[in-house]
């Protein structure tokens, strides 16, 4: 290939509709890391997350036959590994790191477990009648030559996840919470001093972490693909936890 189609390629409709695809569960594993981080509590465990959700969301929808239940129970999938690892590092005083990394481990052989007790096959979980959550054709948008061709089709969870960067940003920078959340992370001790209560708010940091990280594991599963590899997130959770500390606060 020259030169010259590989720069038509990158500046392709088809180019741009495959990166904003690509990059839709790292950006809510993100901005989970982000909310996080600004508490003062890394989770360290969004790999780990991201891999329940996504198994979770499956084994939920083809047990329901329900998208939306799907997308339910890999959310509550998130929340439990997130309440785990906030009660191992601000109530038993675990390191935030290898409580992190052990939930991740955790994770990984967790879900082959349960993917092979269920369908007896420890890779994919196609033996899983799954219900994939729906992708949407953009009204107006989606007759504009190029802008219609990148943008509009996309699975709802990338719509989603872009609806919820100015959201996550008006809850931490526009909001009492998102002022009490970003206080105890720059100073925990001035933060009692006003009467916020620290472990609670970082209990909730890493919930909201939680939550947004399982968004990222069901669009690999109900989205990205329609079915649960084993290992999917391929480190895609560390990716997500990088772009934390190399973006901007």
Do not use: W
Not at 11 to 16: E, G, I, K, P, V
């Amino acid at each position: 290939m020259t030169d010259v189609n590989v720069f038509k390629s990158i500046l392709s409709a088809s180019f741009l509709f495959a990166v904003i695809r690509v990059s839709t569960p790292i950006l809510l594993a993100s901005l989970g890391g982000l909310v996080a981080d600004l508490a003062g509590v890394t989770n360290i465990a969004l790999e780990g997350i991201m891999l329940s959700a996504a198994l979770m969301g499956v084994v939920g929808s083809a047990f329901t036959q329900s998208a939306f239940l799907g997308l339910l129970f890999g959310v509550l999938a998130g929340v439990v590994l997130s309440i785990l690892l906030a009660y191992c590092q601000l109530h038993l005083g675990a390191d935030g790191t290898l409580t992190g990394l052990a939930i991740n481990m955790l994770a990984a052989g967790g879900t082959v477990f349960i993917l092979f007790s269920i369908t007896r096959d420890k890779a994919f979980s196609t033996g899983l009648q799954s219900i994939s959550l729906p992708n949407l054709k953009l009204p107006l948008i989606s007759s504009i030559p190029f802008i219609g061709e990148a943008l509009s089709g996309h699975n709802v969870m990338t719509y989603i996840a872009f609806l919820l960067v100015p959201l996550v940003g008006s809850l931490l920078y526009r909001t009492r919470f998102g002022i009490h959340l970003r206080g105890v992370g720059e100073n925990p001790g001035a933060a009692v001093a006003v009467g916020i209560d620290v472990v609670r708010t970082q209990y909730y940091a890493l919930i909201l972490s939680g939550v947004l990280a399982a968004l990222g594991g069901i669009n690999l599963s109900m989205g990205y693909l329609s079915l649960f590899v084993k290992d999917m997130t391929a480190g895609r959770g560390f990716i997500a936890l990088a772009a934390v500390y190399l973006g901007g606060r």
